[in-house]
């Protein structure tokens, strides 16, 4: 971008500035801290100029909106044409509770909806399961049968309304649910749209929710993937997630690097299935976590659309330009939420949210401030869609394509970022043998990943612990008034309704029809089909969540068993 003659009177004009101008001033004052970082430990210089970016080609690097590489943002007007979408997480009590509040925020302007599950579903275990007790609509919502699907959606239009649906050994088993709903409705199948979670890879990697092995939990995503792109062209089957590999401890790069592996695993698992990636990539979406340090994160998304565009072109022959483009949703960091002076989280969940809508994010949830102390209290998400609204309403942020595009800083830290990050996919490839799947399944078996973020993790912590990293409220400029807001209390007995309209459904369904649909699951998963036709038949007839999952434990193991663990 700049000519050989032009760089070296840069360099000798910051070689002047820094020994005339800036030295002296050090000298006199110093500054804060010997070094300066990022959140994730990357070191930052204290100016950048043109020479950090003369390598820089602006076509190939940077390109235009809506055009390749898509590092300036995959649609050609992003924000000016429309916002992102405002999709706040919601989930409690039973199906009536949520349902109640997804009318709410509908009422306040959410432009999508995104559902939370109670740890039972989220472990497909049924309401009435020994193992359930006491957890039963606590952390989301509880949905056991196609008759709580009936009811969180109630008085919704599913055929406009998108939902996002934060679950993953069940996933395929809530998604089947959808698609009943949508059909006992009227609602065509290529009209409904949202997203399902489902990322099994990233289980075993961070959150640790399971319960078959990783291979058969591999194939049962890949179900979804066929299934969707045959029959529900709106529905997005996978958000491949960096956001809990992040939560869990890891860099920034570690995030981003893990998850683009996870995405690329499943690109060739639906390869080798036979499917044509052109037939399935445009429906798949990535979730990425979004935490203080504002740069990085605009820098991380930004290299996230240019390694995927090129890894999609160049090792998987993608020819649509839609196949190329990552599209993403980003939620604010939980971990770095704090239960001291928890207001304080408002501020920071608006420069995460900020840093989000800079990188050009496809849709966005903001945390609310109390969530280090419960669930979301009706006041503490208002203010967090509000947040969201005063962004895109007030800031200018979303009036300019890419602000941030051309920074010397920003421009770097992207080819760092990037640079560092495929370092990792490469030695992902080479752990798989030239196979970026197997290289992702044996990271899991041999712990490759539980190591690099464990060390990552510490790291952090340390310097947490030291001082290095200062937490506002934790560490520094603590008080000894600590008030609490009001908070959310999941009542006890959410769990006494919910066990009640789960003994009605069993009582009204046809047992007959419910063994037989069952049969047919065990039948189409020795035989190696695509389980996902099947469990759309067994949602109508009122299968429960712990019934499938029972099945397909038995089928498939358990991974508990696969390690050891009883």
């Not at 990783?214 to 089957?237: G, N, Y």
Request: hydrophobic residues 35%; glycine residues 8%; charged residues 30%.
């Amino acid at each position: 971008m700049y000519d050989e003659e032009d760089l070296a009177s840069i360099r000798e004009a910051r070689d002047e500035w820094e020994s005339e101008t800036r030295d002296p001033f050090v000298e006199k004052g110093g500054e804060r801290k010997d070094r300066f970082a990022t959140v994730s430990n990357h070191e930052v210089e204290d100016l950048y100029t043109p020479d950090d970016v003369a390598d820089l080609d602006y076509e190939s690097d940077l390109g235009f909106p809506g055009e390749s590489p898509y590092t300036r943002g995959v649609y050609p007007t992003m924000f000016r044409g429309r916002t992102w979408t405002m999709r706040q997480f919601a989930g409690f009590g039973t199906a009536k509770e949520t349902n109640e509040r997804f009318h709410y925020l509908i009422e306040n302007g959410q432009t999508g909806l995104s559902t939370a599950f109670d740890m039972p579903s989220l472990m497909g275990k049924d309401s009435d399961d020994p193992l359930s007790d006491g957890e039963v609509g606590k952390e989301g919502v509880a949905v056991d049968t196609l008759r709580d699907m009936e009811v969180l959606f109630d008085g919704i239009d599913i055929g406009e309304v998108t939902t996002s649906f934060t679950i993953n050994p069940s996933a395929p088993v809530v998604f089947a649910m959808y698609v009943a709903l949508a059909d006992n409705r009227g609602v065509p199948r290529e009209q409904i749209g949202g997203t399902f979670q489902n990322d099994m890879l990233k289980e075993f990697i961070a959150q640790k929710e399971w319960v078959i092995p990783p291979e058969p939990s591999l194939k049962l995503v890949t179900d979804t993937v066929e299934f969707a792109a045959e029959e529900t062209p709106r529905i997005r089957p996978i958000s491949v997630s960096g956001y809990h590999i992040r939560e869990a401890g890891s860099t920034a790069i570690q995030e981003l690097a893990f998850t683009l592996a996870d995405g690329f695993a499943y690109v060739e698992d639906a390869v080798d299935r036979g499917l044509d990636v052109d037939e399935f990539a445009p429906q798949l979406s990535f979730f990425f976590n979004s935490h203080n340090s504002i740069f990085e994160e605009v820098a991380k998304f930004r290299a996230a659309r240019r390694i995927y565009h090129d890894v999609m072109s160049e090792w998987y022959d993608a020819g649509d330009e839609r196949s190329k483009q990552l599209k993403f949703h980003t939620q604010t960091a939980g971990q770095s939420l704090t239960a001291q002076q928890p207001l304080n989280n408002i501020v920071r969940v608006t420069i995460q949210a900020l840093a989000g809508v800079l990188g050009g994010t496809q849709s966005l949830h903001t945390n609310s401030f109390d969530e280090a102390l419960a669930l979301p209290s009706e006041e503490a998400v208002t203010v967090a869609l509000r947040t969201q609204q005063i962004i895109a309403e007030e800031s200018g942020a979303a009036d300019v394509i890419d602000p941030l595009g051309g920074s010397f800083f920003v421009e770097t830290l992207t080819d760092e970022i990037e640079a560092e990050a495929m370092a990792y996919i490469e030695e992902i490839r080479e752990m798989g043998d030239g196979s970026v799947r197997d290289g992702v399944l044996a990271g899991i078996d041999e712990g490759y990943y539980h190591r690099e973020i464990s060390e990552a993790s510490y790291e952090y912590q340390s310097r947490v612990e030291d001082g290095e990293e200062v937490v506002v409220g934790v560490n520094k400029y603590a008080s000894d008034d600590d008030s609490r807001p009001d908070l959310l209390h999941v009542e006890d007995e959410v769990q006494d309704r919910q066990l009640s309209r789960l003994e009605s459904v069993k009582e009204d369904r046809d047992d007959e029809a419910v063994e037989a649909a069952l049969d047919e699951l065990r039948e189409t998963v020795r035989n190696g089909g695509n389980v996902m036709p099947v469990l759309v038949d067994a949602a109508k007839e009122y299968v429960t969540m712990g019934e499938i999952m029972d099945v397909f434990a038995e089928e498939y193991g358990t991974y508990r068993e696969t390690i050891g663990v009883m």
